[in-house]
């Protein structure tokens, strides 16, 4: 795959609560993927965009949610975030990024 097609994969990490506990915890990262992203394209995409060795990519789909402002009644959009864990020793420095 090409290098250009891998870096737009990965759209921006994702900062949550649930987030920082499994990178505090577990050498976890989260981040926030395109919908057609399969779990080795996200490795290949992780290793070459942060130059890291990953031992495994678990992925999730966020599903919508009903939104309501007023009368109008809407939903949210659907997004996939990836669990990324890295091998022993590896990180990733993320202070300066912007979603």
């Given at each position: 795959?090409?290098?250009?097609?891998l870096l737009k994969l990965i759209r921006a990490p994702h900062?949550?609560?649930k987030a920082t506990?499994?990178?505090?915890?577990r050498n976890e990262f989260v981040f926030e993927v395109e919908q057609t992203a399969t779990?080795?394209?996200i490795k290949e995409a992780i290793e070459l965009l942060f130059k890291t060795q990953v031992k495994s990519v678990r992925v999730v789909n966020v599903k919508t949610?009903?939104?309501r402002f007023?009368?109008?009644q809407g939903r949210t959009k659907a997004w996939k975030k990836a669990y990324v864990s890295l091998?022993?020793?590896?990180q990733i420095e993320l202070t300066g990024v912007q979603p």
């Open positions: 795959m090409k290098q250009e097609r900062m949550s609560e506990i499994a990178t505090e915890q779990k080795p394209k949610k009903p939104k007023g009368k109008m091998a022993e020793g590896q």
